[in-house]
Structures are given as C-alpha cells and as structure tokens.
C-alpha cells in the first residue's frame, strides 16, 4: 500500500521560509511524477510545483515562480519543497503528489500539512 507523509509545515511570518518534506513507501517502482499541490480554504487543490522523473523538469505554478523550489531524491523516494519569501496567500494545506505516466498529477495523496503564513 502507496503512502505518501508529508512533514514541514508550520506557522510563520511574511517573508519568512518553510522546508517540506515527503516521503513514498510502499511502491515497487520509482514515481514518474512527484509534486506539492495546495488547497485554501474556499478554494479548489491546485498544483504548486511539480518534478518529473527523468531529466528532472519541474513545473511551478506562476505565483510561486522564483520563490520555491522543488526538488526530489529518487534513491529515498522523497520529494522537497523549499518556501522562500512567503507570502499570507500561500497559506494553506499542503498535500503531496505522487503518481505514473505522464502529467502533473498523480493518483497518490499525502495526508497534507498545513501551512499560515501571517502578514
């Protein structure tokens, strides 16, 4: 069974930074694709950053471009957000995304963290 814990988040200031951690047990292969999506409240999951496999190609929604980078270990199976520069309306929880095949999307969900982040 696919499990997906993420660890990291916390309250903290405006222009403050936040690591995200998270960690995949329970698949027989490597992920194809990793990611960070986050849900505010009152509104939709959306894709925050995402890596693919090979060739490591990310993909950063346009509000977190410059200020967080996603990276990822494949021999640990974990996958990193750094937060830099936060802003209050990167509040909210954020959940990790784990899946195959191609897309920014996978089948597999963590638990979420939550993450304020005060003005």
């Known amino acids: 069974q696919v499990q997906l814990v993420e660890s990291g988040g916390g309250l903290v200031q405006a222009g403050g930074t936040l690591s995200l951690s998270c960690i995949a047990s329970?698949?027989?292969?490597?992920?194809?694709?990793m990611g960070w999506y986050r849900q505010a409240p009152g509104k939709e999951r959306e894709l925050v950053a995402g890596?693919?496999?090979?060739?490591?190609?990310?993909n950063y929604a346009e509000p977190v471009q410059g200020r967080f980078t996603i990276s990822r270990d494949n021999a640990k199976k974990t996958v990193y957000l750094q937060m830099n520069s936060l802003k209050p309306e990167d509040t909210g929880v954020y959940y990790c995304?784990?899946?195959?095949?191609?897309?920014?999307?996978?089948?597999?969900w963590g638990q979420g963290t939550q993450v304020t982040v005060s003005s």
């Open positions: 890596i693919r496999r090979f060739g490591g190609t990310t």
């Open positions: 995304n784990a899946g195959y095949g191609g897309g920014w999307r996978g089948n597999y």
């Open positions: 329970g698949s027989t292969f490597i992920f194809d694709f």
